[in-house]
């Protein structure tokens, strides 16, 4: 079956601090790879994706890109905000099989200090 | 567009209450999905629908009913409440299937239920 694995949180930085949130997974085929971000209180909203390897999503200053030898896809953040301050979920999505459903990761937690 | 949209968005149960998550969405989306989201585990997937009329299982569906008679509903039955069913539950659309698997899923804003 698929499952995937972030790193735990919280994550605690402070501003213009470099971001690292890993992310592994194992899914059949060739999956999507998504990572999704949810602000206090609000649904998840889609952060950025990449579709095949090597490809490389990037959004909002953040980027991640599919590496298939290592079945990772990290997220990585240059200089990160106080506005960054969410939960962030890694979700790889079969691209075979029928049901093409998503599996979620537990999501880590980033918390940026002024 | 509203997107996805979820009521109530606050509920409180009494054990043994049932009650009916509403939700709709207005992309024309195929796919339906219900989640549940408890402190510190991610997204659990009750239920989802890949079409008006088809519904199927996730991963955690006991203790729960869904029905998907148009596009843009997707409705979830709480029958017996549990306090164990206390939790943020989280509505999801997407295009599917026709981009294999690379559409976006949006969510609804959730609703957060307690059952006492």
């Given at each position: 079956g698929n499952s995937v694995t972030q790193m735990e949180g919280p994550v605690t930085l402070s501003e213009e601090a470099f971001l690292t949130i890993n992310c592994t997974y194992t899914a059949t085929?060739?999956?999507s790879l998504f990572w999704y971000v949810q602000y206090p209180g609000?649904?998840?909203?889609?952060?950025l994706k990449a579709t095949k390897?090597?490809?490389k999503g990037s959004n909002k200053g953040f980027e991640a890109t599919y590496r298939k030898e290592t079945t990772s896809f990290h997220l990585e953040?240059?200089?990160?905000?106080?506005?960054d301050s969410a939960v962030y979920f890694c979700a790889p999505r079969p691209a075979s099989g029928g049901s093409y459903i998503p599996t979620f990761g537990r999501g880590t937690s980033l918390i940026v200090h002024p | 567009n509203a997107g996805v949209t979820q009521t109530p968005k606050f509920r409180i149960l009494k054990i043994g209450q049932s009650m009916t998550l509403q939700c709709t969405q207005d992309m024309n989306h195929n796919y339906m999905y219900w989640y549940r989201q408890d402190p510190g585990m991610g997204l659990k997937l009750i239920?989802?629908?890949?079409?008006a009329g088809i519904t199927?299982?996730?991963?955690?569906?006991?203790?729960?009913?869904?029905?998907?008679?148009t596009t843009e509903d997707f409705p979830l039955r709480l029958e017996l409440a549990?306090?164990?069913?206390t939790s943020v539950y989280f509505c999801a659309s997407s295009y599917g299937p026709w981009d294999r698997g690379a559409d976006?899923?949006?969510?609804g804003p959730g609703t957060r239920l307690t059952v006492l």
């Open positions: 085929g060739y999956p609000e649904g998840l909203q889609l952060l390897a090597d490809d953040k240059g200089s990160v905000q106080v506005s | 239920y989802y629908s890949v079409g199927d299982k996730g991963e955690v569906p006991n203790g729960y009913n869904v029905s998907r008679s549990a306090p164990s069913q976006t899923q949006y969510f």
